[in-house]
């Protein structure tokens, strides 16, 4: 069975669309099956893997709310073995409508689980927000990829989306993970981005990347053209960045399956056998998420008549 990641982060504009986006091409150019399920309103990975939502017709919001199977719903891209499940506007309401339905966080669940095997991975493209969409993401994902701004705002944000992921995990799905955290937009011109990359991964050590994506007028450019990076211009900084993330996804991909197998097959060895060497645990990375806080910068004479304002 495929792995199922939720790209989410409720802060917008961090590269979530770009980054499954990119991800997703670069994946399936290496001959793995890929499915993006775009949840988002505005219909950004729609409209950037080439499918406008006009011309798109159905989308996930009829399986969510219309009983559509979502296999029906999939729709193949320019890529080769890459497909979509498109976005639309209709699940700007999907919020409202869900709110009243029973066991409305685990719509979603219901309808990938049969069309999950099908995919080697699936990318869900969350809305920037942590409401019921996000919530459906997360409860249906095996793991959360959080791409990350080089801002110090995203740090308060990131620690609202950990705290979203452990209530998630407590109440509706307890084996979801934290798969990485992607630094993005990184500005090597600036200390500012080199401060913000040096302090999350003092806290967060193993969970962050180590690929960063840059600042690249070339990834802004390429959803204007409806084509991923690795089409538009596979020699930019953003295009070389991203191949590097794919690689280093797909291999924590691979070492998460092997272990697995590992935990599997010692459950599965009868009473009496000889003992076979246990396979090295790996810290769940969810688990060791310690977020950090923006520093309060203290002005002196700050909030003082006549001192800075």
């Known amino acids: 069975m495929g792995r199922m990641l939720a790209c989410a982060n409720q802060k917008g504009g961090v590269g979530k669309t770009t980054t499954v986006v990119n991800l997703a091409a670069y994946l399936a150019g290496d001959g793995r099956r890929v499915l993006v399920v775009d949840l988002d309103p505005q219909g950004n990975a729609t409209s950037g893997l080439g499918a406008g939502r ?22 193949p891209t320019e890529t080769p073995g890459l497909s979509l499940v498109p976005s639309s506007i209709a699940l700007a309401g999907a919020e409202v409508e869900l709110a009243g339905v029973q066991q409305r966080e685990r719509r979603l669940n219901r309808v990938i689980a049969a069309i999950q095997p099908d995919w080697d991975v699936v990318f869900i493209d969350c809305p920037p927000s942590l409401g019921l969409l996000t919530v459906n993401a997360l409860t249906a994902a095996d793991a959360v990829l959080i791409p990350m701004q080089c ?7 990131l620690s609202q989306l ?3 992921v452990h209530l998630v995990r407590d109440h509706l799905n307890p084996a979801l993970a934290v798969q990485g955290v992607v630094l993005t937009m990184f500005d090597a011109r600036t200390n500012l981005s080199a401060e913000v ?7 967060l050590g ?12 070339r990834l802004a ?7 991923p990076i690795a089409a538009y211009a596979p020699e930019s900084r953003g295009a070389i960045a991203y191949r590097a993330l794919a690689t280093e996804l797909w291999g924590r991909l691979e070492h998460d399956a092997e272990r ?23 810290p769940d990375r969810s688990f060791a998420l310690a977020v950090p806080q923006p520093p309060n910068r203290v002005v002196s004479g700050a909030g003082v008549p006549g001192g800075p304002a």
């Open 54 to 75: 006009a011309a798109a017709g159905a989308s996930v919001y009829d399986a969510l709310m219309g009983g559509v199977e979502l296999g029906a719903l999939i729709v």
């Open 151 to 157: 801002e110090y705002y995203a740090l308060e944000g």
């Open 197 to 203: 990359a040096a302090e999350v991964r003092e806290h």
């Open 221 to 227: 450019e390429a959803p204007s053209h409806g084509r």
């Open 206 to 217: 193993a969970a962050v990347f180590q690929a960063v994506v840059p600042r690249s007028v």
């Open 260 to 282: 697995a197998d590992g935990e599997r097959n010692e459950v599965a060895v009868p009473p009496g056998s000889p003992a076979t060497p246990a396979t090295p645990s790996t």
């Open 162 to 164: 950990i705290a979203t």
